[in-house]
């Protein structure tokens, strides 16, 4: 006979994060009253070692058959705590999570509100924790090669270090070129080599790697699928008939510039003067600098044209503009010695390794630094008026200038919605892409085995550009390497008894995993096909079928317990 | 507005890779709503079994939230079709039964939108304080 529910019940403090506006001692205390629970506990951190170490030695002390954790959503911790309970001898699919955190604690303020939905929600987990059916996990082959979209500097990294692990990596790249923004850079900072020194390096290597297949002038037109098998339909010349079948996606997608238009007050395609500082780019590498024809004398760079600019709804640092004003301004500097070059700036943000340096060197070199807003730009002759205030001074002035250079921002690629409808892909407020947590998993999405690299998740630099990379490259090695990956254990089982063989299931299932025995006339699923929806349980009309770990006597408890308490 | 002291109890039934998803992100966006919404995490709404409504309903909960990917989005294909076709039928079953099927809310909500779904809730919390308690309460009460 199955043996008695047993249950242990944890409470996550998550710092103060739960703990600051749910009484977690109340509801330590509320859950020890619970039927089946053995022993209930609250920590600061369960899922830090000695949290899920208080698990494992309970579980064996205490002889516990189920784990109930309420600390953040289980898309955040349950493989963790699967993993704890597993250890400690409770098989992984007898564990359940109260999302206590996110649902819970983030979203109210009232304490005593929240520590009573704290307790609804134990309650409810703890009625289906229960209910829970023990479940065996089985695993998938992977496909062992990678898709990565997008052949910016991110992209080619990511790339070229999954290729020389040994693994085919189509590269699908929606421009006829490679090298993405970066290619339309002259020199970068903070050590003002030139691109070209390594760039066309980076291509060639990647070009001609024979694990490597690049398609230009491409787009993804369908990605099916999931984590070690997905299958992503590429529309563009040369690109083969079939999807390409691929373990792990990885999305390098780049950015776009902010257009200054949106900025009318300053002039940007009205006056020659005012330009962007990739136009810059361009005219410092062609060593041409003069407007009209004549050569400038006082320049202006503006920083955070398109950032930090609520107004505009692009609230975000771009993160990469003041180290590239001050590049360019000591380049112009460089360049005419007798120019008066002047950077207005909200705040100078000169971060990061060498940052600070690079910032004193541009002020050394003569490039003078002002504090202050500007808020039009206006024509005078053959001139333009930059007029600022002064932040510092509390004053408004007027700064003639011969060149007025844009800091523009980065804001998300104009098709970024189209890729993640395709991918499913939660995106952040500002548009960009989202991280599956902002700390930990920062190269991880919220699908699995799809993964983030470069300006597609938030602006940066060259360098975290390529660490990200690198890390999103690695992260995609893992199921690739591995050769496996665990398959949805909670699937639809049939009862023969109560089958009467009707076929509905075998209708309404996308997959086709049920189909009816020819001999016995019922229906049985087939456990490799089944992805875990549960629609064929709800059209049963004998409910014969019930979708395992997501059981009518389970969801029925946890009804319960939510209406029941107050 | 109206706050006549009544503090609705909504059932949510949310499907993992949409709706909940973007419960989540409320929560990590810190975007405040009503503490009334008490959350059941399925894999899709297409595996919301209408006894599940009914359950709570006749239990007492005085409203019932269905959340599901948007039409075209559903992880599994054609889940939140199911999951519409079965909420329509569910509800002509309610008028009949003399249930109002207003309190039975069927809303599209993506991973990404975190703020829909916390003005859903509160929107719904409202409609619910206007309406009244749930009278099965009281008739199922022994």
């Not at chain 1, 954790?69 to 955040?76: F, K, N, Y």
């Not at chain 1, 037109?221 to 339909?233: K, P």
């Not at chain 1, 373990?247 to 257009?259: E, H, L, P, Q, S």
Request: aromatic letters at 8%; hydrophobic letters at 40%.
């Amino acid at each position: 006979m199955e043996p008695k529910p047993r249950i242990g019940v944890y409470i996550c403090h998550c710092g103060t994060n739960i703990a600051a506006t749910v009484d977690v001692e109340a509801v330590t205390e509320f859950a020890a009253t619970l039927p089946n629970v053995v022993i209930a506990r609250n920590y600061t951190y369960m899922c830090s070692e000695p949290g899920q170490a208080l698990i494992k030695d309970d579980a064996r002390n205490f002889g516990l058959n189920r784990i109930v954790v309420a600390s953040c959503s289980p898309r955040m911790h349950e493989p963790t705590f699967r993993a704890a309970s597993q250890e400690g001898g409770v098989n992984p699919y007898r564990f359940e999570m109260a999302n206590i955190r996110e649902q819970c604690s983030w979203v109210h303020h009232d304490r005593d509100e929240a520590t009573e939905k704290a307790k609804a929600l134990v309650l409810a987990a703890v009625a289906k924790a229960a209910r829970l059916e023990p479940l065996e996990e089985r695993e998938a082959p992977v496909t062992p090669a990678a898709v990565v979209i997008g052949g910016g500097v991110a992209g080619l990294v990511a790339a070229l270090d999954i290729a020389d692990a040994g693994f085919p990596v189509y590269l699908v790249e929606k421009s006829d070129r490679l090298g993405g923004r970066v290619a339309e850079l002259n020199r970068t900072f903070p050590d003002l080599e030139p691109v070209a020194a390594w760039l066309p390096d980076l291509i060639g290597r990647v070009q001609s790697h024979p694990n490597i297949t690049v398609y230009r002038n491409a787009r993804v037109a369908n990605i099916a699928g999931f984590v070690g098998n997905f299958e992503v339909t590429v529309e563009g010349p040369d690109v083969p008939a079939g999807p390409l079948k691929a373990g792990a996606i990885i999305i390098a997608t780049g950015y776009n510039v902010f257009d200054p238009t949106l900025k009318p007050e300053f002039g940007y395609g009205r006056y020659p003067q005012v330009v962007t500082t990739l136009e810059l780019e361009q005219r410092l590498a062609a060593g041409d600098l003069t407007v009209n024809g004549k050569t400038p004398k006082d320049v202006v760079f503006i920083k955070c044209v398109g950032s930090r600019d609520v107004q505009l709804g692009r609230p975000y640092c771009s993160r990469v503009c003041c180290m590239i004003s001050a590049k360019q301004a000591q380049l112009v500097r460089q360049a005419l010695p007798d120019s008066r070059v002047t950077v207005f700036y909200m705040d100078v943000r000169t971060f990061g390794k060498r940052g600070e340096e690079f910032y004193d060197e541009a002020r050394r070199a003569g490039v003078r630094y002002r504090r202050g807003n500007v808020s039009e730009i206006y024509r005078r002759s053959d001139r333009v008026v930059v007029r600022v205030e002064d932040t510092l001074l509390g004053r408004t002035l007027e700064h003639e200038a011969d060149l007025v250079v844009l800091a523009v921002g980065m804001e998300p690629q104009e098709d970024v919605a189209e890729l993640a409808s395709l991918l499913k892909l939660p995106r952040s407020a500002d548009g960009f892409f989202l991280e599956a947590h902002p700390k930990l998993r920062p190269v991880d999405t919220a699908v699995d085995g799809v993964f983030l690299a470069g300006c597609c998740q938030a602006p940066k630099d060259i360098p975290d550009t390529v660490a990200q990379a690198k890390a999103a490259a690695a992260s995609a090695l893992i199921p690739l390497m591995r050769g496996v990956v665990p398959m949805e254990a909670a699937t639809a089982v049939v009862d023969p008894e109560l089958c009467a063989g009707c076929g509905m299931c075998v209708e309404i299932c996308p997959y086709g995993a049920p189909a009816l025995d020819p001999l016995w006339g019922v229906s049985r699923v087939n456990a490799v096909l089944c992805k875990g929806c549960g629609a064929c349980a709800v059209t049963c009309p004998s409910k014969a079928i019930r979708l395992q770990h997501f059981t009518p006597d389970q969801i029925l408890a946890q009804v319960e317990a939510l209406v029941f308490w107050e | 507005m109206t706050d006549n002291g009544f503090e609705p109890k909504i059932v949510a039934f949310l499907c993992n890779w949409c709706t909940y998803t973007g419960a989540d992100l409320a929560g990590t966006s810190r975007i405040q709503y009503p503490p009334n919404v008490r959350i059941i995490r399925l894999m899709c709404s297409g595996s919301v079994d209408p006894t599940y409504v009914l359950k709570a309903l006749l239990d007492g909960a005085d409203g019932v939230l269905i959340g599901g990917c948007h039409p075209g989005d559903c992880h599994y294909q054609s889940g939140n079709y199911k999951a519409r076709r079965r909420i329509i039928a569910l509800k002509e079953i309610l008028k009949q039964a003399g249930i109002d099927e207003d309190r039975v809310w069927l809303r599209w909500i993506s991973a990404s939108e975190g703020q829909r779904f916390a003005d859903t809730v509160a929107q719904m919390t409202q409609y619910l304080k206007e309406k009244g308690p749930n009278p099965m309460r009281k008739e199922w009460a022994v």
